[in-house]
Structure formats: structure tokens, C-alpha cells
């Protein structure tokens, strides 16, 4: 834990590397260049490596809601983990000489948030225009379902790991490419290969089902999938109840 | 040949027989009255000295040490099913072990020309040895970390974070044992980590090794080279060895049988030789 200090948090001098250093780094060339966040966090995968990579055991899926975790009190530091989490999120904790990485903010999903609440975990309520859903895949009332199964917009990230990943994410859309003189052209921004790339072919299937349904709003049609996307009502968002053991 | 003759040829064969058989038992006597006339170190066996007092054996390069007889370990690597499980850099170690009336200590020195004392980033591995110990002293568990029914104790040192007393049933599930009773000094020179293990011969805590002073303690050896990335089941390991504190301070029980078979063969060489000579004179 951060345990706070007299010293106000200030830019490092000098630096030349640290997380996320690299991360603002469009590609393309003028005036037609690109780029999008990827916000990655732990997939918390159904078949985790880092789990099976650790000789001892000491990371573990937990069967109430596929969390994983690393028992800080087994870990020993081995970092085969690290090494064996093709999505490269476990990391080394040098002081405490473990392996760290999200735990998807399980007190607050237990109700050890602020004020003693249930709350979705940080990323998602911190999110500033409020992109995240959270809630279980097999929730058929959820929108995760929804936008997974139902309308298969939201992709896993490198699904050839096969580690089967449980963040799923909409592909990134961009405005269309314009010509020198700044006139819109019938092209996409953002690379279909490089798409396919981090997403799989169904990438395709997504972004025409994504266009299709823009279509639909702009011609003042009702649009579930993009009610789902657009909307901003926590209670929508993120269907905690379903992380509640009693249920 | 008379009958006469014969009979003294038997006679004189029973008496070579008695010098014979004389020689044979001064032989094996020899071997048990004067263990240091000949090399009386059995196969897989770390001689304890005993001292009267603990002197500066807990110094690595401790001058206590220098009466003591090191024995050369061969290390190979573990095949543990972690990635590069049989890669390994340490090929052997030197053993010497030391006890008072109530401690044992153990040396273990290894070449290795990089000392790594970090663990400060991602991939920065410390150097470590371990000496590992079955929970139960007269058994032998299974030799990589013993099992659930057969759980070993790890004497546990590691150049960036110190000593660890550790409890292990099986590959995988080590767990520190809390206020560990296991004292270590290391240091490093001349291309070479020395390490003292030492700790209380008797402890009557749980799943602790026990170590009876008077009966012969199992024991198997670890090292890690922290520079090639050694750490969990990547590791040099011995097969196990044991450490002599049993009373007999003659030849082991091995060696008395070799050399009893050295006298019951010169017995039969001189037997033959009279048989030979007496044929050749025509007797």
C-alpha cells in the first residue's frame, strides 16, 4: 500500500523509461495517421499461464468469480509467471520481491470499496467517459452478454494465446482518411490487417455490425447495441449483484 | 604319495592355514584399530568432526575449519519441470562438517565467479545453497523435496535476503518455518561462495529435524548460480549423502567387509602357494 508522504508527487528528472512510456505513439503517416487506447489490464483469463507457469502454486483462479491472484504469502519471486503471461501483465515487485499484478479491485467488488460499498473496481468508475461494463459473461440479462455473444462486438485481445481472456474489448473506430486538400475519402484510418491482427477475423464481422448500426441511429432508427454502448447509467453498466456469493 | 606323506602334507597345510588366517584377521584388525592409516570414508558419507568447542566454525573461513575433512560433492542438475529445469552451471560442491555437543555446523563452498546478491530487478536471481534435512531423521525421502508423508526440512540460505528454515512435502509446496533455529555466515573470495550452516542438534518444535547426536543424519545438497537464472527446481543438486555422527569411529561397516575379503584371499593365495610347492617337490 501507498502509505503517503511529505514529499508532493513530482515529474521524475531525467527519466527515460517507465510504464505506459511508450504508449502515446500514433502511426500512419499526415494527415491520414492513427492512433487508440488499448487500456489492458489482467484478462483474468479462463485458462491463466501465469497460473500454470508457477511452480508453486501460489497464483490461483478463485472459483467464486475467476479472479486470479498471487498469494503474496507463497510467492517466492521465481517470476515464471511474469515470463509466462503472454499479455505481459504480472510484474516484479522488487521491494517486496513478489509478483504483483490487478486483482481486479476484489475488496471493492466485495464491498470493501469506499464507505464500505460495493463498488465496480477503480478502472471502470475512473474511467472518465465511463467505457467499462463489469459483470459476468453468462449474466443473459447483462450487457456483456449482449455485446459478446448476441451482437459479437466485443473481441478478445489475441485470442490465437488461447488463453481465453475475460476483458473483451470494441474495436477502435477512427473518422474515415481525407486527401491532401482535407476532402473525406472512402478509406479507413485505421488498418483493417493491423485490426485483424490484434483482434482475429472477427474484427471484420464487428465493425460492420458496429457501422450498420450507427446507420440505423443516424437515420433515427432505436438501436439496442448502441444504447448499450453509449450509455452512461451505472446501473446499466456494471451488474455487481452477480459477484454476491449469497445469490 | 604315502599315506604318511600325505598326512604330513595335511599337517603342514593346517599350519600355513593358521599363519594365513592370522594375517587376514591382523589385516582386518588394522583397518579397524587405525581408520586414518587408510582413507575410512564410506561412499556418500560427510565425516562430523567433533569439537570441544564451537571455536570460529561459524566463520566461513574460520581456522576450526582447517582439521576438517571436505568431502567433494558432485552436483547435477535437478530436472525439475520448471523452464530450464536442466540447465544448470554448478558441476560440484566441497562439504565439511563440524559439531560441538549440541551443534552442528556445515560448510558448503562452490566455484562461481559471479557473485549475485540481488534480487533488486526483474530478472536479477541470487546465488543460494540449501542443505536439506527429512523431517523424520532416520528416513529418506524422496530426494526432490520429499513428499506429503515424508516432508524434509531446507536449511535455506540465499546471498541477497539471507537464511530460511523451510518445510517441504513435496516439489511445489515449500513454506518458511517462522523464528528460524538455522544460522548462516557467507562470504565470497577468490571465485568462490563459502557458506556456514549451522544450527541446535535437538529441536522439539514440529516438522523440525530432530537430529539425534549418535545416529549417522541424512542429507542432500542445493546451489543456485543467481547469474544463469537459477531459482525454484533449477538447481545443482546431490543425491543424498549422510552426515557420520553415529559412535562407531572404526571403518564402516563397507570397508570391514572389503577387507575382510582382502583376508580370506590371502588366505587362499598362500594355500595355493604351499599347495604349488609341495606338488613341485614331489610330495
Known amino acids: 500500500m501507498y502509505e503517503g508522504s511529505d514529499e508532493p508527487l513530482r515529474p521524475m528528472e531525467n527519466a527515460d523509461w517507465g510504464p505506459n512510456w511508450d504508449e502515446d505513439e500514433g502511426a500512419g503517416e499526415y494527415p491520414n495517421s492513427y ?7 489482467c484478462n483474468h483469463c479462463t485458462h491463466p499461464s501465469c497460473v500454470e507457469a508457477c511452480p508453486r502454486s ?9 479472479i486470479v491472484l498471487v498469494d503474496q504469502d507463497r510467492c517466492r519471486g521465481y517470476r515464471y509467471c511474469v515470463e509466462g503471461c503472454p499479455y505481459k501483465k504480472v510484474f516484479y515487485n522488487a521491494q517486496t520481491k513478489t509478483s504483483e499484478k490487478c486483482i481486479f479491485c476484489y475488496p471493492r467488488i466485495e464491498g470493501e470499496g469506499p464507505e464500505g460499498e460495493v463498488r465496480p473496481p477503480s478502472c471502470a468508475e475512473d474511467c472518465p467517459p465511463q467505457l467499462r461494463h463489469v459483470g459476468f459473461l453468462d449474466d443473459e440479462d447483462g ?9 459479437e462486438v466485443a473481441l478478445r485481445l489475441h485470442p490465437e494465446y488461447r488463453t ?13 482518411q481525407t486527401s491532401e486538400s482535407g476532402e473525406t475519402v472512402d478509406a479507413e484510418r485505421i488498418p483493417r490487417n493491423y485490426l485483424e491482427e490484434l483482434f ?15 446507420d440505423r441511429v443516424r437515420q433515427g432508427e432505436e438501436s439496442e447495441l448502441m444504447e448499450i454502448l453509449s450509455t452512461v447509467n451505472n446501473d446499466d453498466q456494471y451488474r455487481l449483484e452477480v459477484f454476491d456469493d449469497d445469490d | 604319495m604315502t599315506t604318511d606323506d600325505a598326512g604330513t602334507g595335511r599337517e603342514l597345510g593346517a599350519r600355513e592355514l593358521a599363519v594365513a588366517a592370522a594375517l587376514a584377521l591382523a589385516v582386518v584388525a588394522a583397518t579397524a584399530a587405525f581408520p586414518a592409516v587408510v582413507d575410512a570414508r564410506a561412499a556418500y558419507e560427510i565425516p562430523v568432526e567433533r569439537e570441544a568447542s564451537a571455536g570460529d566454525l561459524a566463520e566461513p573461513t574460520g581456522d ?22 536442466s540447465d544448470t552451471t554448478v558441476e560440484s560442491v566441497r562439504v565439511a562438517a563440524a559439531r560441538t555437543d549440541d551443534r552442528l555446523y556445515v560448510r558448503l563452498s ?22 536439506q534435512l527429512p523431517v523424520s531423521s532416520d528416513s529418506r525421502p524422496p530426494i526432490a523435496m520429499g513428499s506429503t508423508d515424508d516432508r524434509v526440512n531446507v536449511w535455506y540460505w540465499n546471498a541477497a535476503d539471507g537464511t530460511e528454515s523451510l518445510l517441504a512435502g513435496g516439489a511445489g509446496s515449500t513454506t518458511e518455518i517462522p523464528e528460524s533455529a538455522v544460522e548462516t555466515s557467507a562470504t565470497h573470495t577468490g571465485d568462490r561462495w563459502t557458506v556456514v550452516f549451522s544450527r541446535s542438534l535437538s529441536s522439539d518444535r514440529a516438522n523440525v529435524t530432530d537430529i539425534d547426536s549418535d545416529e549417522d543424519a541424512n542429507a542432500a545438497f542445493a546451489v543456485w548460480e543467481g547469474s544463469n537464472g537459477e ?27 572389503l577387507w575382510a575379503v582382502a583376508g580370506i584371499a590371502i588366505v587362499l593365495t598362500t594355500l595355493v602357494t604351499v599347495e604349488g610347492i609341495r606338488r613341485t617337490r614331489g610330495e
Open chain 1, 143 to 151: 450487457p456483456i452478454h449482449k455485446l459478446v455473444n448476441e451482437y
Open chain 1, 35 to 41: 492512433y487508440f487506447y488499448l487500456p489492458r489490464i
Open chain 2, 110 to 131: 562452490w566455484s562461481d565467479p559471479t557473485a549475485n546478491a540481488s534480487t533488486d530487478s526483474l530478472r536479477a536471481f541470487a546465488d543460494a545453497a540449501a542443505i
Open chain 2, 231 to 257: 531459482r525454484s527446481g533449477q538447481k545443482a543438486v546431490s543425491e543424498w549423502y549422510y552426515f557420520s555422527l553415529g559412535q562407531s569411529d572404526g571403518a564402516s561397516p563397507y570397508e570391514t567387509v
Open chain 2, 64 to 85: 576450526a575449519w582447517e582439521s576438517v575433512e571436505t568431502v567433494h560433492v558432485p552436483m547435477s542438475s535437478s530436472g525439475a519441470a520448471v523452464p530450464g529445469g
Open chain 1, 200 to 214: 482475429g477475423e472477427r474484427v471484420n464481422d464487428a465493425l460492420n455490425t458496429i457501422n450498420r448500426e450507427r
Open chain 1, 164 to 176: 481465453e481472456p475475460n476483458v473483451y474489448y470494441i474495436p477502435p473506430y477512427a473518422p474515415p
Open chain 1, 58 to 66: 501460489a497464483i490461483y483462479k478463485r472459483e467464486e468469480d475467476g
